[in-house]
C-alpha cells in the first residue's frame, strides 16, 4: 500500500494446452475491490476490457507455457471499505482476459481471483 493506491505484484503462469498454436495472444488485466456492484463490473470487464493490454501481443505453439509479471494498481478512492468485527477492511479481485487467434478463430478465456492468503477457516486473512 502507498499513500495514493494499493499495488499488486505477481506472476500469470499461461500455457498454451491445445493441439494448435495460440498466436497473437493479448493478456488484459485489471483490479478492483469486492463491493455489492462487483458482479456488473466484472462482467462489464469481460465484455469489452477498457484496459491497455499488458505487454506485448505473443504466440504460443501447442504445449508451450511461460510466466508473466503482473503489476496492478487501485487508487485508493476507488476501494470500497467494508467493516467485519469492527475492523475496516478490503477484498482485491484480479480480472484477467485472454484473446488470441487459433486458425481463422478468435478465442478467449476470462478468470477472476480474489486476493488473500489462507486464513481461518473459508475466509482469507
Known amino acids: 500500500m502507498t499513500e495514493r493506491d494499493i499495488v499488486l505484484e505477481c506472476e500469470l503462469l499461461i500455457g498454451n494446452t491445445q493441439a494448435s498454436a495460440a498466436e497473437n495472444v493479448r493478456v488484459n ?11 456488473r463490473n466484472i462482467a462489464g470487464f469481460h465484455a469489452n476490457p477498457m484496459v491497455d493490454p499488458a505487454g506485448t501481443p505473443f504466440d504460443l505453439a501447442p504445449g508451450a ?36 487467434r487459433a486458425g481463422i478463430s478468435i478465442r478467449r478465456f476470462g478468470a477472476d481471483f480474489m486476493v488473500g492468503t489462507p486464513g481461518q477457516g473459508a475466509r482469507s486473512a
Not at 29 to 39: K, V
Not at 66 to 79: D, F, K, N, V
Open 29 to 39: 488485466m485489471a483490479m478492483m475491490t469486492a463491493s455489492p456492484d462487483q458482479d
Open 65 to 100: 507455457g511461460g510466466r508473466m509479471p503482473m503489476r496492478l494498481a487501485l487508487p485508493r478512492e476507488l476501494i470500497h471499505v467494508v467493516e467485519v468485527a469492527g475492523r475496516p477492511m478490503f477484498v482485491p479481485l484480479v480480472m484477467i482476459e485472454l484473446k488470441w
